[in-house]
């Protein structure tokens, strides 16, 4: 395990370096977690260590509040958890732009970045995610106070123990714990936002996202919206694109990074 200190935090991160860099400078992807079930370990057991086998700089890290990173009672708008991910990369000593990979609400900090910070960034990848707009300040507003209400119920937590089993029932209740003493369900639909337009977006963008979810519905306003933009959608797949399609990740994430890397132009 390893520690970080960026800003008032201590961070837990992982960082896995490949024997034989791509092209023998390696691109550096950075891989940030979804909200309050997730964490690092969902990338450690995925994508990191594949990638690095083929020759990308990995760096991989738990979200403020979650997994062993410090848990303050306060300050979780998206632009705090922005701020974390530039302190991260300067606690790191990694000074060239990165490819920042974001599964779901890890989604919404890799677009944040890109706005706030244009010179960090060599490319966003998105996983099942959403820029953070006015209306997805919405989505969110209603998904965790949802989920704060409903998680505090032992039944609600029996339920998901005995139809998904004991795993996801003890990730319900670390969900409940930040959600009941932290104050994450109230900032981050707070949080400040980009334009609609996403004009402020002008890296490369890659998204991928499973047919069944929903969130596919994005992809025209992507397509017509960014510049250099790729969209993939994967058929009979819901929001767990990360677990259940590995493999397929893999493959199509590595193709972008090793591609963007060599070619910075027009991707389209």
């Given at each position: 395990m390893s520690r970080l200190r960026a800003g008032e935090l201590d961070v837990h991160v992982q960082r896995l370096t490949p024997d034989v860099p791509l092209d023998g400078d390696a691109p550096v992807?950075?891989?940030?977690?979804g909200l309050l079930t997730d964490s690092l370990a969902s990338y450690y057991f995925t994508l990191g260590p594949a990638f690095a086998e083929q020759g990308l700089d990995v760096l991989m890290y738990d979200l403020r509040g979650h997994g062993r990173t410090t848990r303050p009672t306060a300050g979780y708008h998206l632009e705090q958890f922005v701020g974390d991910l530039v302190a991260v990369l300067d606690a790191a000593g990694i000074t060239r732009p990165v490819h920042v990979v974001g599964n779901s609400f890890g989604a919404s900090v890799a677009f944040g970045l890109a706005a706030a910070r244009p010179d960090r960034v060599a490319s966003v990848v998105v996983?099942?995610?959403?820029?953070?707009t006015e209306e997805w300040t919405r989505?969110?507003?209603?998904g965790l106070a949802d989920a704060k209400t409903r998680l505090a119920i032992d039944e609600v937590i029996g339920w998901i123990a005995e139809n998904h089993g004991a795993h996801t029932a003890?990730?319900?209740k670390a969900a409940n714990k930040i959600l009941q003493t932290t104050t994450i369900a109230d900032d981050v639909p707070r949080s400040a936002t980009i334009a609609a337009d996403l004009s402020a977006v002008r890296c490369p963008v890659f998204a991928i996202f499973g047919g069944d979810s929903g969130l596919?519905?994005?992809v025209p306003h992507f397509e017509s919206h960014l510049d250099r933009c790729r969209c993939v959608v994967l058929p009979d797949q819901?929001?767990?694109?990360l677990v259940e399609r590995t493999a397929e990740?893999?493959?199509l994430i590595f193709e972008w990074v090793r591609d963007t890397s060599r070619v910075p132009a027009r991707v389209r």
């Open positions: 992807v950075v891989c940030v977690h996983i099942e995610g959403e820029p953070p989505h969110m507003a209603d003890r990730l319900s596919a519905a994005q819901g929001h767990s694109v990740v893999i493959e």
